[in-house]
């Protein structure tokens, strides 16, 4: 098993190699037209350990709607391999994705969405 | 019949009327909720780092303090009418109960309050109206919404995901629990494909592009089959609606408001919605005064 997947298996619980890239999960996914690559490929790519897959935008952009796990034939939390490709770029503690300081329109937004953001984008 | 309630943050700050319109219908139909003292923020979105317990500290500690007032309850559950709390009190309750060693954990790490002991079930709003019965809020009905045609749209975090068993409040591929109620006080339910899709979620922080791609396909879906109003239990989807609503027409607006806002104006007790609204949706109800 390559280091990558290890990691991801590790985080997610779920065991990416049981994938066998019919693209159910990018199929449903409503947010595929802002991403770079689809969440099959990302998943493919975690399979080969090919790390540029940390580089995406996809895991960004996924929005943990979770019809990917509800629909994945093979029973996969594909939302949950998402969130393991943002908790290992997370972890590595000097990488910013968001500046929470600089959030527009702060007294209108609803508290949720800037503690979800906070949650799903910082340690 | 009495049971604990757990508000959340956005009924608390951002709409009161979620929270206002909830008790007061809950009051119409014999249920007195009773907030949780002493609750934090649940977290909002479900930890998914199976590693790390850190995440779900928010919920546990709010189930802790629901623990201690239980006993004098009518039921063993906790009720929230926000559908991003329910999940996540839903999923943190079930790992631990699901999960020895992550109970331990937390419960080791946390050492100003009691242990939690998962006795608790978390209930959203929904489940309990069911489980009431429909047809009881139907005997309740003064005015009968009749000719109101409702989008009812459920996003995320009512439905998924469906692993492990007991999160969605329905059939997660096709709901009804929402469209049942609609029926219960005299509103026609209108169908529409996007009922059960994604709203964008916390996008609408730093990328809202993403939102108002996927908003703008739900309120003119909704609108194009006919909709006088959409409801929902979610604050972050009816901001991102609100959203969609903006970027496609300003001026033709279609109101997006929370469902127990029109059970409200059905039984006869305080709707909190604002008068623009009120009024807006009162044309579209034959017979109704306005
Ligand atoms: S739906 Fe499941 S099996 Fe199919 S490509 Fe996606 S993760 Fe792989
Ligand atoms: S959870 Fe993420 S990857 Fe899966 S369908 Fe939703 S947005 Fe797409």
Known sequence: ?123 | MKVLFYPGCSLKNNYPEFEKSSIEVCKKLGIELLEIPRWTCCGVNFSLATDNVMRHLGAVRSLINAQEKVEEMDAKIVVTACSMCYNVLKRVNLTLKEEPDKLETINSFIDDQPDYVPELKITHLLTLLKEVGFEKVENKVIMPLKGLKVASYYGCALLRPNKPEGIPVDDPENPAILEDLMKSIGAEPVEFPFRTECCGNYHVVFRPDIVEMRTEKIISSAKSRGADVIVTSCPLCLYNLERGNEVLDGRDRIPVVFFTQLMALALGTDSYLNDEIKEKILRKIEGSPA
């Open chain 1, 1 to 123: 098993m390559n280091e990558l997947a290890k990691r991801v298996i590790e985080i997610s619980g779920q065991n990416v190699y049981a994938c066998y890239q019919c693209g159910c999960c990018s199929a449903g996914c409503m947010f595929t037209e802002k991403m770079d690559i689809l969440p099959n490929q990302a998943i493919a790519l975690i399979q080969r350990g090919d790390k540029s897959v940390l580089e995406k935008e996809t895991p960004w952009i996924c929005a943990s709607c979770f019809v990917c796990t509800v629909r994945c034939p093979r029973g996969l939390d594909v939302a949950a391999i998402m969130e393991a490709l943002r908790e290992i770029k997370i972890r590595e503690r000097d990488f910013i994705r968001v500046d929470l300081r600089k959030i527009e329109n702060i007294e209108k937004l609803p508290q949720i969405a800037i503690t979800a953001v906070a949650q799903k984008f910082t340690w």
